[in-house]
Every structure is written in structure tokens, then in C-alpha cells.
């Protein structure tokens, strides 16, 4: 057994040595090798191999480190390396490394404590090909060229512990790519001004973001994932604000989950799915307020399940529309003061709010101009195979044009205790032939500005006395 400590050595600061492949400054190879350094400075000047690092554990060697500096090495600052090597750091900063702050590869483990990673050449924290990284309490990935926090490759686990940061790196965040690879990142961890997503799951990895995360101002999506059997979990009160494109994404066949109050303000999208086989759910009382475009959106054969008391407010246009996919709205989900419609379904989207007690609320603005309508409605469908399902005692008040229209052949379904009221235009609206408005007799129209009812052009409104 080999032991060897190094406490309070200011600067250690040396060419890898060469008689190992990938080797490094500070050594621990083969089982029962240790390395235990406190206080120090280790700089790596690089030498003969084509890879080194400034602190290595490898073939079941133990490195420990605390309160270090790690900085210059063409590999990573501190790495782990196959079956039994484990590497632990705490309150170390690990810089300017070609490759990676901290590292965990080849079924090699490694822990970090409040630990800095910054302006590393790829990552700040990796599990790799089969590594398992832990890091806890307010890790920080800093500046990094490609990402934050990094599961990648089959089965490789990264484990980020509560409070934990990733700022200002190059791609993502938190990534999690390759099949059957984890990524678990802790309560209270947040993401902000990465070059791409905040949390992403890509190739069949799996990412679960504990309570309270956040996704904050970067170049593309908040909290995304992408491909075939590719998963994203949030817990609840998570949030993606200011994100350039989306704050929630499924695409490409993957699965998005959204625990409870998720939060989705002042992005490109709030809540939007892609794609043929992509689905994003939610629990209940989700919010997607003053984004840019839609609130909850799923297009192109994708499918959005929306919560009970889901609520979608000034957002730039429509609160919530399938176009070309589906959506399913839980009972009692609001549409309040989008400046488009409520509630749409176009391009032969689905949208099924059956379960009721659906509000749209102040929605429209004059700037929109639809075929069939001088602005926008609460309830909306058109076009060819586009079906809109409004269930039992639903309401629409105050839209800038109608409560419920259709026009372009689209289809609408309207359950019992329909309330239409103070809107600008009608109650119910239907233009166009095959434009079709199915209401149950027991509506309630009151104090619409143009009156009750209005169909033309071959439209229909069916099942309620024209009288009202």
C-alpha cells in the first residue's frame, strides 16, 4: 500500500509524468494507492502525454483533496478512472483545464463539496462512459466552453446536490446524454445564461430536476428533451424565464413531465411539445404568462397533456393551441388576456377540453386579423379536420370578437352550461361552409355587443334557439 500526503504545499507545479499513459502531476494508481493533498496549488505544464491531468485516480487508486487549486492541465484538473478509483474534493476550484474540472469515467467514482469548476476547455462536472459523479452543496460550473454539469454516455450517472449553479457556460447547463445515463440534479439548482438549454436531456438519457429548480435567460430552452426515450422530470414550483425560445420543450420523441406549479414566464414559448411520439405533461396549476408567442403549445402530431387549473395570461399570442397536434386541457384552466385567442385549434390540431370549467377571459387584440373575424375569440378553431372540445360550463367573456367561432371547416363541440358574455362580437360565430358550432340548448348568452349568435357563408351554429 502506497500513502502519501502533501498539507499546506503553496505550489506544486510540474510536467505530467510519462511512465503512464494519460498520466499526471499527482498519481494514485493501483489499488491500495493513496493521495491526500490540502491546501495546495497544482498546476500541470503539460509534458510528454498527449493527455495529463493535475490530480489522476486510476486502476483503484484514492486521491483527496481540500481546499485546492487545480489549473493547466491538457486533461481534466481532477479525474477518477475505471472500476474502484475514487476521487473526493472539497471546497477546490478547478481552471483552465483542456478538458474537464472534475471527472468521473469508466465506472470510476468521484465526490465534489462545494466546489468551483470554471473556464475548462468542455466541462466543468462529467460522468463519463459509465462514471459516477456526485456533487453537493452549491457547486458551481462557471464559464465553461461546452456545459455545466455532463452525464454522457451509457450508463454514466451525475448526481448535482441542492443549490448547485451552472452560469454562462458555452452549451448547456445540465446535460444528460446516452442510454440508461442519469442525471439527478438537487432542490434549488439553477441555470442561467447558457449558450443553449438550462437542463437537457438528449439520446436516450434520463434528467430528474428536484423542487424549485430554475432555468434563467439562456439562448434556447429552459428545461428541454430531445429524441427517442429521452426524459426530462421536474418536480414542482420549477421555473424557465426569459429563455430565448422555450421555457418547457419535448421533441423528437421524447417525454417531458412537470410536477406541480412549473412556471413558464417571459419566454420565446412557455409550454411546447414537437413532433410525432414527443409528449409534455403537467400536474396542476402550471402557468405560462407574458411569453412572447404561445402559452402551452403542441404542434406537429405532438401531444401536450395540461393539468387541472392550468393558466395561461398575456402572452403574446394564443394561450393555448394545437396546431397539427394535440392537447388535452385539465378542468378549470384559464385563458387570460392573451393578446390572440384563448383557446385555438388549427391545421387540423386536437384540442380537447372536455373536462370543463374552462375561462378565456380579455383575450384578443385589433392587430390580429382571421378569416371570418375582425380580430380574435375565446374559443377558436379552423381548418380542415381541426376539432375543438369545450367542456360542461365553460365561459368566455370579454374577447375582442366572438366567445366560441369556427370557420374554415373546423369542428366545435360545446357541453352543457356554455356561458358566453360581453364580448365583442357574438356569443357564437361559425363562417364558412362545413364550419360547424355543436352547443347544448341550455347556453347562456348575455350582453354580447353584436348579439347571440351569427352564422355565414354556409356556416352553422346547431342545437340552440337562434332566438337568444
Same mark, same amino acid.
Given at each position: 500500500?502506497?500513502?502519501?500526503?502533501?498539507?499546506?504545499?503553496?505550489?506544486?507545479?510540474?510536467?505530467?509524468?510519462?511512465?503512464?499513459?494519460?498520466?499526471?502531476?499527482?498519481?494514485?494508481?493501483?489499488?491500495?494507492?493513496?493521495?491526500?493533498?490540502?491546501?495546495?496549488?497544482?498546476?500541470? +505544464?503539460?509534458?510528454?502525454?498527449?493527455?495529463?491531468?493535475?490530480?489522476?485516480?486510476?486502476?483503484?487508486?484514492?486521491?483527496?483533496?481540500?481546499?485546492?487549486?487545480?489549473?493547466?492541465?491538457?486533461?481534466?484538473?481532477?479525474?477518477?478512472?475505471?472500476? %474502484?478509483?475514487?476521487?473526493?474534493?472539497?471546497?477546490?476550484?478547478?481552471? @483552465?483545464? %483542456? &478538458?474537464?474540472?472534475?471527472?468521473?469515467? +469508466?465506472?470510476?467514482?468521484?465526490?465534489?463539496?462545494?466546489?468551483?469548476?470554471?473556464?475548462?476547455? #468542455?466541462?466543468?462536472?462529467?460522468?463519463?462512459?459509465?462514471?459516477?459523479?456526485?456533487?453537493? @452543496?452549491?457547486?458551481?460550473?462557471?464559464?465553461?466552453?461546452?456545459?455545466?454539469?455532463?452525464?454522457?454516455?451509457?450508463?454514466?450517472?451525475?448526481?448535482?446536490?441542492?443549490?448547485? @449553479?451552472?452560469?454562462?457556460?458555452?452549451?448547456?447547463?445540465?446535460?444528460?446524454?446516452?442510454?440508461?445515463?442519469?442525471?439527478?440534479?438537487?432542490?434549488?439548482?439553477?441555470?442561467? @445564461?447558457? /449558450?443553449?438549454?438550462?437542463?437537457?436531456?438528449?439520446?436516450?438519457?434520463?434528467?430528474?430536476?428536484?423542487?424549485?429548480?430554475?432555468?434563467?435567460?439562456?439562448?434556447?430552452?429552459?428545461?428541454?428533451?430531445?429524441?427517442?426515450?429521452?426524459?426530462?422530470?421536474?418536480?414542482?414550483?420549477?421555473?424557465?424565464? /426569459?429563455?430565448?425560445?422555450?421555457?418547457?420543450?419535448?421533441?423528437?420523441?421524447? *417525454? #417531458?413531465?412537470?410536477?406541480?406549479?412549473?412556471?413558464?414566464?417571459?419566454?420565446?414559448?412557455?409550454?411546447?411539445?414537437?413532433?410525432?411520439?414527443?409528449?409534455?405533461?403537467?400536474?396542476?396549476?402550471?402557468?405560462?404568462?407574458?411569453?412572447?408567442?404561445?402559452?402551452?403549445?403542441?404542434?406537429?402530431?405532438?401531444?401536450?397533456?395540461?393539468?387541472?387549473?392550468?393558466?395561461?395570461?398575456?402572452?403574446?399570442?394564443?394561450?393555448?393551441?394545437?396546431? *397539427?397536434?394535440?392537447?388535452?386541457?385539465?378542468?378549470?384552466?384559464?385563458?387570460?388576456?392573451?393578446?390572440?385567442?384563448?383557446?385555438?385549434?388549427?391545421?387540423?390540431?386536437?384540442?380537447?377540453?372536455?373536462?370543463?370549467?374552462?375561462?378565456?377571459?380579455?383575450?384578443? %387584440?385589433?392587430?390580429?386579423?382571421?378569416?371570418?373575424?375582425?380580430?380574435?375569440?375565446?374559443?377558436?378553431?379552423?381548418?380542415?379536420?381541426?376539432?375543438?372540445?369545450?367542456?360542461? &360550463?365553460?365561459?368566455?367573456?370579454?374577447?375582442?370578437?366572438?366567445?366560441?367561432?369556427?370557420?374554415?371547416?373546423?369542428?366545435?363541440?360545446?357541453?352543457? /352550461?356554455?356561458?358566453?358574455?360581453?364580448?365583442?362580437?357574438?356569443?357564437?360565430?361559425? *363562417?364558412?361552409?362545413?364550419?360547424?358550432?355543436?352547443?347544448?340548448?341550455?347556453?347562456?348568452?348575455?350582453?354580447?355587443?353584436?348579439?347571440?349568435?351569427?352564422?355565414?357563408?354556409?356556416?352553422?351554429?346547431?342545437?340552440?334557439?337562434?332566438?337568444?
Amino acid at each position: 500500500m502506497a500513502a502519501w500526503t502533501a498539507a499546506a504545499c503553496w505550489w506544486l507545479r510540474a510536467q505530467a509524468c510519462s511512465w503512464f499513459k494519460d498520466a499526471a502531476v499527482v498519481l494514485a494508481h493501483g489499488e491500495g494507492s493513496r493521495v491526500r493533498l490540502e491546501g495546495c496549488k497544482i498546476e500541470s +505544464l503539460g509534458g510528454t502525454c498527449s493527455s495529463s491531468d493535475c490530480v489522476l485516480a486510476r486502476r483503484g487508486g484514492r486521491a483527496e483533496l481540500v481546499r485546492c487549486d487545480l489549473s493547466g492541465a491538457s486533461g481534466s484538473g481532477l479525474r477518477s478512472e475505471g472500476a %474502484g478509483s475514487y476521487a473526493c474534493a472539497a471546497r477546490t476550484t478547478s481552471q @483552465r483545464n %483542456g &478538458c474537464a474540472g472534475f471527472a468521473a469515467e +469508466l465506472r470510476g467514482r468521484l465526490e465534489a463539496d462545494e466546489c468551483t469548476a470554471q473556464h475548462n476547455d #468542455v466541462v466543468g462536472f462529467l460522468a463519463l462512459q459509465g462514471g459516477v459523479t456526485d456533487t453537493s @452543496r452549491t457547486c458551481v460550473a462557471l464559464g465553461n466552453t461546452m456545459h455545466g454539469f455532463a452525464a454522457i454516455g451509457d450508463s454514466s450517472r451525475l448526481t448535482a446536490g441542492a443549490g448547485c @449553479r451552472a452560469d454562462r457556460n458555452g452549451k448547456h447547463g445540465f446535460l444528460v446524454s446516452g442510454t440508461a445515463s442519469q442525471l439527478d440534479v438537487g432542490p434549488g439548482c439553477k441555470a442561467e @445564461r447558457n /449558450g443553449i438549454t438550462g437542463f437537457s436531456s438528449v439520446a436516450g438519457g434520463r434528467l430528474q430536476a428536484g423542487d424549485g429548480c430554475e432555468a434563467l435567460h439562456n439562448a434556447d430552452c429552459g428545461f428541454a428533451a430531445d429524441g427517442q426515450g429521452s426524459v426530462l422530470v421536474t418536480g414542482p414550483q420549477c421555473r424557465a424565464k /426569459g429563455n430565448k425560445e422555450v421555457g418547457f420543450m419535448a421533441g423528437g420523441g421524447a *417525454s #417531458v413531465e412537470l410536477g406541480e406549479h412549473n412556471e413558464a414566464d417571459v419566454n420565446g414559448n412557455g409550454i411546447a411539445v414537437q413532433g410525432a411520439g414527443s409528449k409534455l405533461s403537467t400536474q396542476a396549476v402550471c402557468c405560462a404568462r407574458g411569453n412572447k408567442s404561445c402559452g402551452f403549445k403542441a404542434v406537429s402530431s405532438g401531444v401536450l397533456e395540461a393539468g387541472e387549473r392550468c393558466y395561461a395570461a398575456g402572452n403574446a399570442d394564443e394561450g393555448y393551441v394545437s396546431s *397539427s397536434g394535440t392537447l388535452v386541457i385539465g378542468a378549470g384552466s384559464q385563458a387570460h388576456v392573451n393578446m390572440s385567442h384563448g383557446f385555438y385549434a388549427t391545421d387540423g390540431g386536437m384540442l380537447d377540453g372536455s373536462a370543463g370549467k374552462l375561462h378565456a377571459k380579455g383575450n384578443g %387584440g385589433t392587430h390580429r386579423s382571421h378569416a371570418g373575424a375582425s380580430s380574435c375569440h375565446g374559443f377558436f378553431c379552423e381548418g380542415l379536420l381541426s376539432r375543438l372540445l369545450v367542456g360542461p &360550463c365553460s365561459k368566455s367573456v370579454g374577447s375582442m370578437s366572438s366567445g366560441f367561432a369556427v370557420s374554415k371547416q373546423g369542428d366545435m363541440i360545446v357541453a352543457s /352550461g356554455a356561458k358566453p358574455s360581453e364580448n365583442m362580437d357574438w356569443g357564437f360565430y361559425a *363562417s364558412g361552409r362545413r364550419s360547424v358550432i355543436q352547443v347544448e340548448p341550455d347556453a347562456r348568452l348575455e350582453g354580447n355587443h353584436k348579439g347571440g349568435i351569427k352564422a355565414e357563408a354556409g356556416g352553422k351554429v346547431n342545437g340552440i334557439p337562434k332566438a337568444k
